[in-house]
């Protein structure tokens, strides 16, 4: 504002034109913005540092459960012995007993807050202040290498995040994958088309998957997976914010995975859904019961 009140006063003595004033701002304008820029993008560069503190500091970790422990290969069954776990004075499992079979496709239903979520994460070691034994192959989790068996573990949830970048490298994750593998994923997660979509357009993947519908993201999810070639999958929530047609896509996909074990928990109630799974179970009062399809309300 400045400059234009000082070039109108040039105009009136005139000692400038209102062409060379446009001029002027112009030019003052490709001076300032790109600084202006500059200080936006160090700002973000400063309010990222103390993620990437933190992520180094996970990284050169020296902790027990990275260093010490029993490496597992092959994951054969989970089984679940007189499991118990507490938030405070709430119990939220309660002398749980279950074995989980190798390559069957298990789903978990329960009302909200009755422990799903946090009976996943049991299983995935987020806490070891229970009582009782998860046994993973007949290894107890509390003596497992976690990296070891993290290598062998996929988790989806409802949020999937997406790299600005192709298709390729959102489902490799930039890691070398076969060829085969790669085009084999595409193919079992359906997304051959979303390939070729993607091909005839720029190819990228824009702003965290702002160009693909939600659908769309749940089946890289999957075909991430696939590439991975991890024996056990775990789901929590995945489809939550999915129309019913995608829910049923995406649960048909998964329950079909060859030689995968699948602990999915979910809020959906669709007959066509839950059929698809070998066992249907109910967490209700901190525990597990099988539950019948014919016998269940919809």
């Not at 029993?70 to 507490?86: A, T």
């Not at 496709?105 to 909200?112: H, R």
């Not at 824009?206 to 519908?213: A, I, K, Q």
């Amino acid at each position: 504002m400045a400059a234009i009140a000082i070039g109108v006063f040039f105009i009136f003595k005139g000692e400038m034109t209102v062409p060379l004033l446009f001029a002027g701002i112009q030019i003052i304008g490709n001076i300032m913005n790109p600084i202006a820029s500059l200080f936006q993008r160090y700002a973000w560069i400063v309010s990222t540092k103390p993620i990437m503190d933190k992520h180094s500091k996970l990284v050169s970790s020296t902790s027990k459960e990275y260093k010490i422990g029993e490496n597992i290969d092959g994951i054969k069954d989970i089984n679940i012995q007189n499991l118990n776990f507490s938030f405070g004075e709430r119990k939220i499992i309660n002398d749980l007993s279950f074995c989980f079979e190798k390559g069957k496709k298990y789903v978990i239903l329960g009302e909200s807050g009755s422990g799903k979520s946090t009976f996943l994460k049991l299983l995935m070691g987020y806490f070891e202040d229970y009582s009782g034994k998860i046994l993973y192959s007949n290894k107890d989790l509390k003596n497992i290498n976690y990296s070891s068996l993290y290598n062998q573990i996929s988790v989806l949830h409802q949020n999937l995040f997406l790299f600005e970048d192709t298709l390729e490298n959102n489902i490799k994750l930039y890691k070398p994958v076969d060829n085969f593998l790669y085009d084999k994923a595409i193919d079992m997660a359906n997304l051959r088309q979303v390939k070729e979509r993607l091909k005839k357009n720029d190819s990228l993947i824009r702003d965290n998957g702002t160009n693909l519908s939600g659908g769309e993201k749940q089946r890289i999810a999957i075909a991430r997976c696939l590439v991975n070639q991890t024996e056990l999958l775990f789901i929590d929530e995945a489809t939550a914010n999915l129309d019913p047609e995608n829910s049923r896509i995406f649960y048909n996909i998964i329950t079909k995975l060859p030689n995968t074990t699948c602990i999915a928990i979910t809020h959906e109630r669709d007959r066509d859904i839950l059929n698809c799974f070998d066992e249907i179970l109910l967490l209700e009062n901190g525990k597990l019961n099988r539950a019948e399809l014919e016998k269940m309300a919809f």
